[in-house]
């Protein structure tokens, strides 16, 4: 795997967090790291976007934005009320084939869920992550309504062809719910696909050490992580 896309099942999820958890990892075990952000929307010129906030958690990455548009809207939306041009799909994969030359794992971020459109022709994320034949990682949230979520963008990336390498959540909260503990054995299944990392709520507001310790105990072996999800479920039982 040198080219990842992270999609969400919704806006909010924590992507960006765990792409930089994603990103730390890899770059403290010595691999150069490019996170791509295709579109950027909801903040202005100059203010810090998703690419601030990895490299304030992660460190040394390269990162790449293409377009930003002010509205906290769809890019595609955003794009149309700023009269600005869009993100074609083959705009970004070049970008991130291009990191790719020069870097051991690129990291492609979309804008809120997989179907989120990225311009008027209807084109979203999903189509990035098929001009790079690349696999998905979805990240969902803990609480009720993930499963229903989780289950509609595994079945969009099944009926795409693509692979989904499996589901992270972005914010297990500190007291979870009895939704929140059963979602644990759940979610897996409802996504076809293995729980690869459970972030827990706090992680954004660690200082760079703290956040590389806790994206190495949060994320699976399959990230260079340590994280066991039978491990983690074993104290929530549900
Ligand atoms: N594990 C966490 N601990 C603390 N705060 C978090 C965590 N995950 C997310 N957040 C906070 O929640 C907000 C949304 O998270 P994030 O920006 O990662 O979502 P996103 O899925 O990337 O959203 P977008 O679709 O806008 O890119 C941010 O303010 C972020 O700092
Ligand atoms: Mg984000």
């Given at each position: 795997?040198?080219?990842?896309?992270?999609?969400?099942?919704?806006?909010?999820?924590?992507?960006?967090?765990?792409?930089?958890?994603?990103?730390?990892?890899?770059?403290?075990?010595?691999?150069?790291?490019?996170?791509?952000?295709?579109?950027?929307t909801g903040?202005?010129?100059?203010?810090?976007?998703?690419?601030?906030?990895?490299?304030?958690?992660?460190?040394?990455?390269?990162?790449?934005?293409?377009?930003?548009y002010p509205d906290p809207l769809a890019p595609a939306t955003a794009a149309r009320r700023a009269?600005?041009?869009?993100?074609?799909?083959?705009?970004?994969?070049?970008?991130?084939?291009?990191?790719?030359?020069?870097?051991?794992?690129?990291?492609?971020?979309?804008?809120?869920?997989?179907?989120?459109?990225?311009?008027?022709?209807?084109?979203?994320?999903?189509?990035?992550?098929?001009?790079?034949?690349?696999?998905?990682?979805?990240?969902?949230?803990?609480?009720?309504?993930?499963?229903?979520?989780?289950?509609?963008?595994?079945?969009?990336?099944?009926?795409?062809?693509?692979?989904?390498?499996?589901?992270?959540?972005?914010?297990?909260?500190?007291?979870?719910?009895?939704?929140?503990?059963?979602?644990?054995?759940?979610?897996?299944?409802?996504?076809?696909?293995?729980?690869?990392?459970?972030?827990?709520?706090?992680?954004?507001?660690?200082?760079?050490?703290?956040?590389?310790?806790?994206?190495?105990?949060?994320?699976?072996?399959?990230?260079?992580?340590?994280?066991?999800?039978?491990?983690?479920?074993?104290?929530?039982?549900?």
């Amino acid at each position: 795997m040198s080219v990842l896309v992270i999609t969400g099942t919704g806006t909010d999820v924590g992507k960006t967090v765990v792409v930089a958890a994603l990103a730390a990892l890899a770059a403290a075990d010595g691999r150069r790291v490019a996170v791509l952000k295709p579109a950027q929307t909801g903040i202005a010129p100059g203010e810090p976007g998703d690419l601030a906030e990895v490299t304030r958690l992660a460190g040394n990455v390269t990162t790449k934005e293409l377009r930003r548009y002010p509205d906290p809207l769809a890019p595609a939306t955003a794009a149309r009320r700023a009269g600005q041009p869009t993100v074609h799909p083959s705009e970004a994969a070049a970008a991130a084939s291009a990191l790719n030359e020069t870097h051991d794992l690129v990291l492609v971020e979309g804008a809120g869920g997989l179907l989120v459109r990225f311009d008027d022709e209807g084109t979203t994320i999903a189509d990035t992550a098929w001009a790079l034949n690349a696999p998905v990682l979805v990240v969902a949230h803990a609480s009720l309504g993930t499963l229903n979520t989780t289950a509609l963008t595994a079945e969009a990336l099944l009926r795409r062809g693509l692979e989904s390498v499996g589901v992270v959540i972005g914010r297990w909260p500190a007291d979870p719910d009895l939704a929140a503990r059963c979602n644990l054995q759940d979610l897996p299944e409802v996504a076809g696909a293995p729980l690869l990392g459970v972030l827990p709520d706090g992680a954004a507001a660690l200082a760079r050490p703290d956040f590389l310790d806790l994206a190495r105990s949060s994320l699976s072996p399959w990230f260079g992580g340590t994280f066991d999800p039978e491990k983690f479920a074993a104290p929530h039982a549900c």
